[in-house]
């Protein structure tokens, strides 16, 4: 991608604030980055904010050149949302970041499956026992790993990677250069050259209060699935489950060590609603493997096929391996008739009648195809929590059905 486009996708957050949903907001209309800016300098871009008009003339190209300059001296990496080599994942996110700083490449998480590791910064013997030999089978099984480089969980799951030669993956909610958590210079900069360092944050800029939050819809945006470890039930760190859900990646939970202390509350809790509890890796790969030859619906049910008993290679480049159907050993009837082709009737239109503008817009654009909670949400530039409210009620009318890998169709 050119110098241009990138130094105006940097002006644009510089105007529209790292993390914002703005900026998706008021481009929707428009076919490219050159053309919105264009109506951005013009002022003709409809519904911007008296701070917005205040910034577009506050800053200019100068402005994202020297952001440019200054990672080029601190050894950061640039991707915009149109760049080779940006997460197709965290393109069908409702909110994706528009420019990612990294120290190191993010060329390899397209093609290899990749999972969150979340839990306490103070976690219990058991739990650093656990996440260690979890973490450890789960990269034998060609998994990566991601945190969100706090203390704690995260930064356990990040040294199983890098000793066991594994590529690991940290998301920040700080800028790079920022010394967070204290004393961990030393790791980013081993997680940057096995792996990638990842921040939505240009250097020098002070990130809000709900940055780590904003943080946590990048980590589980760029991976198949959620693992808790640990947490209580005032843990910061379960908001990835709602972005887990609205993203529809799987949760999965270790069982808590103590059902009656405190410091595992969150992980009961997820277990009472419905996330999945795990035993070791292998339950993490199969229930993946599962639910992608189902979305695919590449099996009737999952009585007619079996996983090997040892599922180390189901993961090859972030892809399950075919599974093997039951061989079964029949006579051949020389006398059966030859199978009758089924008919398949088309599908009646769903009557609409009865439904609000919003539902009959869900209901609209499902018609091309089921969706993710988070991409209908990005298409109707809807927020995620109404989204999924309103396909609760939908299915509950028998509109629509929800469907294996958290899908939504009519």
Request: some cysteine; charged content about 25%.
């Amino acid at each position: 991608m050119d110098r241009e486009r990138l130094l105006l996708w940097l002006r644009a957050v510089l105007i529209f604030t790292p993390s914002s949903k703005r900026i998706w907001e008021t481009s929707a209309n428009y076919d490219n980055i050159i053309e919105f800016m264009t109506a951005v300098d013009e002022r003709s871009v409809s519904g911007l904010s008296e701070k917005e008009l205040q910034r577009i003339s506050r800053y200019s190209v100068k402005d994202a050149e020297d952001i440019v300059k200054h990672c080029e001296e601190l050894g950061i990496n640039i991707y915009c949302y149109e760049s080779e080599g940006y997460p197709d994942r965290l393109k069908r996110i409702a909110n994706p970041p528009a420019v990612l700083f990294t120290y190191g490449n993010l060329d390899f998480l397209n093609d290899k499956c990749v999972i969150s590791v979340v839990g306490s910064r103070e976690p219990s013997e058991y739990s650093v026992k656990i996440t260690e030999h979890i973490c450890s089978d789960l990269i034998r099984r060609n998994c990566l790993l991601a945190s969100g480089f706090a203390g704690g969980i995260d930064q356990i799951a990040n040294r199983v990677a890098i000793e066991n030669g594994s590529r690991p993956i940290a998301v920040c909610g700080t800028t790079l250069e920022s010394d967070y958590p204290k004393g961990s210079g030393e790791l980013k900069q081993l997680i940057a050259e096995k792996g990638v360092v990842i921040s939505e944050y240009f250097p020098g800029y002070r990130p809000f209060g709900n940055a780590f939050v904003n943080r946590n819809r990048i980590l589980t945006g760029i991976s198949n699935a959620v693992l808790f470890t640990e947490c209580s039930k005032e843990s910061h760190g379960l908001d990835n489950v709602n972005h887990a859900i609205s993203q529809g990646k799987q949760v999965f939970v270790v069982p808590p060590h103590d059902i009656y202390d405190s410091r595992y509350f969150g992980q009961r809790d997820l277990i009472r609603n419905e996330c999945q509890p795990v035993f070791g890796a292998e339950d993490i790969v199969y229930s993946l493997a599962t639910e992608r030859y189902q979305s695919l619906k590449l099996v009737e049910s999952l009585g007619e096929f079996t996983l090997p008993a040892e599922d180390s290679a189901i993961f090859n480049d972030g892809e399950p391996k075919p599974i093997k159907r039951r061989k079964t050993k029949r006579k051949a009837d020389s006398s059966a008739e030859m199978p009758v082709k089924e008919v398949v009737k088309p599908m009646p239109e769903p009557d609409l009648s009865e439904l609000d503008d919003t539902q009959k817009s869900i209901c609209e654009l499902l018609k091309g195809g089921n969706m993710i909670a988070d991409e209908i949400a990005s298409r109707l530039n809807m927020d995620i929590s109404d989204v999924l409210a309103q396909l609760t009620e939908l299915e509950l009318f028998g509109t629509i059905k929800s469907y294996p890998g958290k899908m939504f169709g009519l």
